[in-house]
């Protein structure tokens, strides 16, 4: 699902912003390469960034127990 409809960011762009240390929307058009345009979506990158935050240690677990 795009996000940033301007730029083409997508949930999945900012989950992979997030993993490599992105926390706010600044760094995740920072990780994307991309520059804001109208900035829209901004509150909207904010929920994401606080959503894939809390996602990625649940899952690490899971696939760590998964390689276990
Ligand atoms: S929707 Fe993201 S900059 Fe316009």
């Known amino acids: ?8 960011i997508s949930n999945h ?3 992979d912003a997030v993993k490599d240390g992105a926390q706010t929307a600044k760094c995740v058009f920072k990780s994307c390469g ?11 990158l ?4 606080s959503q894939q935050s ?4 649940s899952r690490d677990l899971s696939l ?3 390689t276990l």
């Open 64 to 66: 760590s127990r998964v």
């Open 54 to 57: 809390s996602e990625p240690l």
């Open 34 to 44: 991309k520059k804001p345009k109208c900035g829209k979506c901004i509150m909207y």
């Open 13 to 15: 762009d900012v989950r």
């Open 46 to 49: 904010s929920d994401c960034i």
């Open 1 to 8: 699902m795009y996000i940033c409809l301007c730029r083409g």
